[in-house]
DNA sequence: GCTAATCGGAACAATTTGGTCCAATTAGGA
DNA sequence: TCCTAATTGGACCAAATTGTTCCGATTAGC
């Protein structure tokens, strides 16, 4: 029940990658060296971000990483997605390989469960996230 | 982001116990035929829950468990942090040793979502989970 | 054409999880 | 009162996934 470390630092790392939406250009050492996380680490993250789309990747000298869509248009959940693979509490959702599926009682209601936390994580954009620490109480 | 198996068995030996709730007495060979889950499975995932004092188990021949609680005031919630502990999706949550705490904008949003979570969960009562696959879809 | 810088994938180590087994305990019968 | 049988409780071991690190493939710039 808890989300992988990989997932969180994705979630850090993309934050990080929104701030320069100016630019564009970013390296993954420099997105390292501001969240403070190890640069191998960055490295693989990044690698399943672009994988997934969500990071448009250059290479070569004088490359770097922007993103592939707008902040607006990228939410926590498409990038737990990418890091996790799809968001699905029990097999039961995606597939249905399931050890009981015969006399399952529980599985009705799963889905309700998994809709309730992938919209909490589809609500949140990377514009809330890529504000800094400094953010007031901003009166929505 | 995907529930751990030992947490699914446990809802789903909880809901075949919960079937039980007018004899009282059952063991766990006879939940593990029931379920179609290995007994020595289910024997784990009975201690782990009889440890959190969901359930109350009774020792020596002719024991066996029964429900600590009335069904109706044990919700999945419970049964899943029973298993698994503390729900926290990152270690923000619950602790504070974060790897990056010193700029991390993306703490407090995690509360909301670790709430959204935790309530689609509590939401869920044991008597919802005890009626039979041939359950239909009730006007509620 | 060469060098330097960057991403991409592969390989290794560690932690957690899942499964199995045996010992401690206790009610029931002789 | 003692013995037997049945059941839970905890400990042990194997496996899978995760997390980290490293090295090779690729490309712009000089």
Redesign the pocket.
């Known amino acids: ?9 994705a979630v850090v790392t993309m934050s990080a990658a929104a701030r320069h939406c100016g630019g564009g250009r ?6 390292a060296s501001e969240t403070g ?15 997934a789309g969500l ?1 448009r ?9 922007q993103l592939a869509r707008p902040a607006a248009a990228i939410s926590v959940a498409d990038i737990v997605e990418a ?3 799809p968001i699905a509490l029990t097999p039961c959702v995606t597939g249905s390989e399931c ?1 009981v599926e015969e006399n399952c009682a529980v599985k009705p209601h799963w889905p309700v469960v998994n809709a309730a936390l992938r919209g909490a994580l589809a609500d949140i954009s990377l514009v809330q996230l890529a504000r800094t620490e400094t953010q007031e109480t901003e009166v929505a």
Do not use: F
């Open positions: 029940m808890r989300l992988s470390n990989l997932a969180d630092y970013t390296s993954a050492s420099e997105l996380l190890p640069v191998p680490t960055v490295q693989k993250v990044v690698s399943k971000l672009s994988a990071l990747s250059t290479r070569g000298a004088g490359g770097g990483l890091v996790e693979g050890a």
